[in-house]
């Protein structure tokens, strides 16, 4: 088994904390190279042009500041791990669908292995397409991927 | 030279795929809309004539003043013409046309909107036509000037004046109590800021507003957005049908929906739903309100004391106004004015062969486009988005807000709130 | 790999992204103060042609229109 490639995809939050581990880990482990992709949601942008939105230039440029401050606060927490874990990792952001952009990187970098967090979700948002670890497994079918759940079992 | 290149998009040819999906799903319903429309009259000539000949028959034989005959036969003439159009003849039925154009208001507006949202949310709309789609909804903006034609100034002094007093207190009132409250439960003030302009006024337009300045979260603000686009897609297809079930006049229902309804285009269209003296109401009062998104923004940095965040050239009420007033809305005011000179060359909306009689067959196919493009651009996965604070916040102003609504305009009456025309 | 080196090359990859980040919003931007006055415009042009001709304004949008 040959895994040179990992790729971790996290949003930063706290569910995920237990799949960054395990992709440090399996990076250490296995000696392969590991990419942390963070991707931002850009879907607020498309409200700028509600009929009467009024301001919509500093809207936008508020938006983009503030994507672009919570992607830093990601990449100095991943790069905080990083130096904690001793190990090094290409950290990527990403602006646009999650699921895409994952899809996206995943083609254009050739990964042997994806590692997302899954969050537990609960009543109506249980359904699929809530639920972007689910998608993302139904659409890379020939990659290997791993679901982390945010808690032990 | 420069006005025009300002005027023109540079990279126009892409929002022209969309614009045409818009204009061809606009024509299909609007003829769909007129077909039932033309078969529902049919259905009620065809019960109507017989009911009136009789009457006409009952008022002959007891001597009845001739001119009174001769308005019902007017009428029985006007039925015969529905008929002929549909190629019917008295007895024949159409119930199927009155149950879908009448009982269950499936009109233009209803089937653009919905059908919009089941095409978007099923088979999807093609990248290549989601820029088009987005350039279409703002089509509504001609056709509200347009409907400028059907005011006279004492109905914006009237209705506009009752409805601005009435707005501003709803307004100012739920932004003030949503801030407050959102203070005094610690929930950040951007969140805060965005909820109380945003269930205040104009929904997602004044959240736009005021983000930057109360610097929103993004993660907050796409709560706050899709609270707000779910309350308001749910009050567009409850209110109408809410409304009815009230018995509540076209006038009444037009200010409540421009009380309750945040977004314009969804208040516009449950309105238009409703009738046309209850769009009448909504459109002025729509007006009226929009105009206070300026205050409304110069409010919430008074609130959070957020001067510092406002830049130099967009301080003060003027440079607020200046950057933050919808510009359009001049021109609805300009046809009121000319509308309120009475000019006989201009004519009236009622008054056949006249130029505002001709504008006034204009502006359903701006709104018939404009809400192709709101249709088709309600995406689920939005809404989806509402949740946190945001949710109990909105929830809680939007059934405040309907409920005192419905009292005002109960309270008030329809004499009040009702647009004449000058007529 | 050194940690400057390794924060360099994170950094080029933000800022080429940045970069694309506002030239997405550049691109769908469109001014409200345009739409609004092309709203006027537009509006401006009906007025003109029912002026002009109005039985043709109206027989086009209520009649020719409607086909079926």
């Known amino acids: ?153 | 030279m420069s006005f025009i290149r300002q005027m023109v998009a540079e990279d126009w040819p892409k929002y022209i795929p969309g614009f045409l999906l818009c204009l061809f799903f606009a024509f299909v319903v609007m003829n769909i809309h007129h077909v039932l429309a033309k078969y529902h009259k049919a259905d009620v000539a065809s019960l109507a004539i017989p009911v009136l000949e009789q009457k006409i028959g009952e008022l002959k034989s007891s001597g009845a003043p001739v001119e009174k005959v001769a308005a019902i036969e007017q009428k029985i003439e006007k039925h015969r013409h529905a008929l002929e159009k549909v190629g019917g003849s008295v007895g024949d039925r159409w119930a199927w046309a009155t149950l879908l154009y009448q009982d269950l208001q499936f009109k233009y507006v209803a089937m653009l909107l919905i059908g919009g949202i089941i095409i978007r949310n099923t088979i999807g709309v093609s990248k290549i036509f989601l820029p088009g789609v987005g350039i279409a909804r703002p089509l509504i903006k001609p056709g509200i000037i347009i409907l400028g034609v059907h005011y006279v100034w004492s109905d914006v002094a009237k209705v506009g004046g009752a409805g601005l007093v009435l707005t501003a207190v709803f307004i100012f009132g739920t932004a003030l109590a949503v801030m407050y409250l959102c203070k005094k439960f610690n929930v950040p003030d951007g969140l805060g800021g965005i909820m109380g302009a945003g269930t205040g006024v104009c929904g997602v337009s004044a959240i736009i507003a005021t983000a930057p300045v109360v610097k929103a979260k993004p993660r907050d603000m796409a709560y706050a957005i899709g609270t707000i686009l779910l309350f308001g897609t749910l009050m567009l297809f409850v209110m109408p049908y809410l409304g009815q079930m009230l018995d509540v006049s076209q006038s009444q229902f037009g200010a409540w929906a421009a009380l309750a309804i945040l977004n314009t285009a969804q208040l516009i269209a449950a309105a238009e739903w409703y009738g046309e003296d209850a769009r009448n109401t909504a459109v002025l009062i729509n007006a009226a309100r929009i105009m206070l998104i300026p205050f409304i923004v110069m409010y919430t940095v008074w609130f959070y004391d957020l001067k510092e965040n406002v830049s130099k050239e967009q301080q003060g009420l003027w440079n607020t106004i200046k950057s933050k007033f919808p510009v359009f809305i001049i021109g609805f005011f300009i046809l009121v004015l000319l509308n309120s000179m009475h000019m006989p060359f201009l004519g009236g909306p009622k008054v056949a062969h006249t130029p505002f009689w001709a504008m006034n067959a204009v502006y359903k196919w701006f709104f018939a486009v404009g809400f192709a493009g709101i249709g088709l651009s309600i995406s689920i996965d939005d809404m989806k988005k509402a949740g946190g604070v945001a949710f109990l916040v909105g929830s809680g102003a939007a059934t405040a807000k309907m409920v005192l609504g419905l009292a005002a305009v109960l309270i008030i009456g329809s004499e009040l709130l009702k647009v004449t025309g000058g007529h | 790999m050194p940690e400057t080196r390794k924060q360099n090359r994170n950094n080029d990859i933000n800022d080429s992204v940045d970069k694309s980040l506002k030239d997405t919003s550049e691109r769908v931007l469109s001014s409200e103060k345009r739409e609004d006055i092309w709203a006027i415009i537009i509006a401006g042009i009906i007025l003109l042609l029912s002026a002009i001709n109005p039985d043709a304004v109206y027989t086009f949008f209520k009649k020719t229109l409607f086909m079926f």
């Open chain 1, 1 to 153: 088994m040959d895994t040179d490639s990992i790729l971790l995809c996290t949003d930063g939050k706290s569910h995920s904390r237990r799949a960054e581990e395990w992709a440090f880990r399996l990076a250490s482990e296995f000696r392969a190279s590991l990419t942390v992709l963070h991707v931002r949601d850009i879907f607020l942008k498309q409200f700028y042009n509600e009929i009467y939105a009024q301001g919509r230039r500093e809207y936008l440029e508020h938006v983009d500041a503030e994507l672009v401050r919570e992607a830093e606060a990601v990449k100095a927490h991943i790069n905080k791990c990083c130096l904690a874990n001793d190990i090094s990792c290409d950290f990527r952001v990403r602006y646009g669908d999650p699921l895409n952009e994952i899809l996206d990187e995943v083609k254009k970098g050739g990964y042997d292995l994806v590692v997302v967090g899954g969050k537990k979700l609960r009543g109506i948002r249980a359904f699929r397409s809530w639920n972007l670890p689910v998608r993302l497994s139904s659409k890379l079918v020939d990659r290997s991927i791993l679901i982390v759940r945010e808690t032990e079992p």
